[in-house]
């Protein structure tokens, strides 16, 4: 989370300063370094002085709740708010703009949290520093020792749950990583983090229609920033051909951040998909009041209008897209058909031939990528067989084609490999 927030239309500073003291409890509340607790109280302290200057305070414009969505808003900026369980009352107390109330639950979260207490020796919350320790020494097999015994010590301890799932992860041990996580909803439902995480890694394996549920889950109890868990569940939704689904998904992502172009793109987009056109224009429209040079959304709108048959205003749009995005041939595509409809035959040609050009330069590109890796492949099979020679003189051939291409990382790394082919296979690969 971010320092000071600003937020408009607040008749004083005492807003932001109630703000600024949620920011830095949510990041205290993480206790991802083990020792945040000292600066818990004081966040909240700084709260209530902010609350009680700004209840001194003539009417509150805008009203509680919108500011409290504001800052809130701002905290997350694009991601999602999702706080420890044992605080997750006290944050949608502040969402709702009950911030009395809110102040308190979190005095009384706060009272009962490990981290504000300190980690005394043998206690959960040491175990849990230890294997904090032991994490970012990249000693993973003792962090999971000390995180698992910090968890049988402690049942509800969704910190170091949620650190056991990071451990496992960095150690390559991902299907543990999703064990631990799915155990740890088991035993604390509500908690969000370890819902968004799991879906994440739900979404690695391919098993999208769980992740997409996991989205939805971890979308409900995100205090701010839920926008980008919904967008997701937008995307698996059209990607399972859910169509009806993607627009539920993302018809939400704008409402709860209408601020954001790309949630009206997505949407403009997933309504094309559903055949409303004219509903999608809208959102496109949308997108370019917030970012008039939006060469995306000007695509959107004119291939819209391409296809009512409202050419010249196609035209128009199809203009500003190739000027904003001048590497789309997409753009270029579609502003050539949309001239020739209109009889102008020699502009349209100027374009039709300069995305026949990319194509072939890209397809070209391709075929040498394609090639490159295939003799990249046969190169390590001979040298792993021992067949060092012919290794060798694969080698040297894709450093230097490597070199044209511009590719010096893989030019480099291939010369390494002629000189140990060349040693007969001793390199540290």
């Known amino acids: 989370m971010t320092a000071l927030l600003w937020l408009p239309g607040a008749a004083t500073a005492q807003p932001s300063l109630l ?38 305070e003539s009417a509150r414009e805008p009203s509680p709740a919108v500011q409290a969505r504001r800052g809130l808003e701002a905290a997350a900026k694009g991601m999602p708010l999702l706080p420890l369980a044992a605080y997750r009352k006290g944050f ?6 009950d911030f009395r109330s809110a102040i308190e639950e979190l005095r009384r979260a706060a009272a009962a949290d490990p981290l504000v207490r300190g980690a005394v020796d043998g206690s959960s919350e040491w175990h849990r520093v230890r294997g904090l320790a032991y994490w970012a020494d990249s000693e993973f097999d003792k962090s999971t020792e000390q995180l698992e015994a910090a968890i049988r010590m402690n049942s509800g301890d969704e910190r ?16 543990d990583a999703q064990r631990v996580l799915e155990d740890t909803l088991r035993v604390i439902p509500a908690s969000g983090r370890a819902h968004w995480w799991l879906a994440t890694s739900y979404e690695h394996v391919n098993r999208f229609a769980d992740a997409r549920r996991e989205f939805e889950q971890a979308a409900s109890m995100a205090v701010a920033g839920r926008s980008y868990l919904l967008a997701t569940v937008g995307r698996l939704a059209s990607g399972a051909a859910d169509n009806a689904g993607a627009v539920d998904a993302l018809t939400r992502a704008v409402a709860d951040d209408p601020g954001s172009p790309a949630w009206h793109k997505l949407l403009a987009g997933a309504l094309l998909l559903e055949d409303r056109p004219d509903d999608a224009l809208v959102e496109f429209g949308a997108a370019l009041r917030l970012d008039p040079r939006d060469g995306d959304a000007h695509l959107g709108v004119g291939q819209i209008y391409l296809n009512a048959g409202r050419t010249a205003e196609a035209v128009d749009a199809l203009r500003r897209a190739t000027e904003l995005k001048p590497d789309s041939i997409e753009a270029e595509y579609a502003l050539a058909t949309a001239l020739t409809r209109l009889g102008n035959g020699r502009d349209a040609a100027r374009y039709f031939e300069h995305v026949e050009q990319v194509q072939r330069q890209r397809l070209a590109d391709r075929r040498r990528t394609l090639s490159l890796d295939t003799l990249r492949e046969e190169a390590d099979l001979r040298f792993r067989e021992g067949q060092f020679d012919r290794a060798a003189a694969l080698w040297r051939g894709l450093a230097d ?29």
């Open 401 to 429: 084609l490597y070199a044209e291409a511009g590719r010096t990382q893989d030019a480099a790394r291939a010369r390494l490999m002629y000189e140990a082919a060349l040693r007969g296979g001793s390199t540290a690969r």
């Open 160 to 175: 170091s749950r949620l650190a056991l799932s990071r451990v496992l992860t960095s150690a390559g041990r991902d299907a």
């Open 19 to 56: 703000f600024q003291g949620v920011s830095e409890l949510a990041d205290a509340a993480e206790g991802v370094y083990g020792d945040e607790g000292p600066r818990i109280g004081p966040a909240l302290d700084a709260m209530s002085r902010a609350l009680d200057a700004w209840n001194r």
């Open 92 to 97: 949608e107390q502040i969402a709702s703009g």
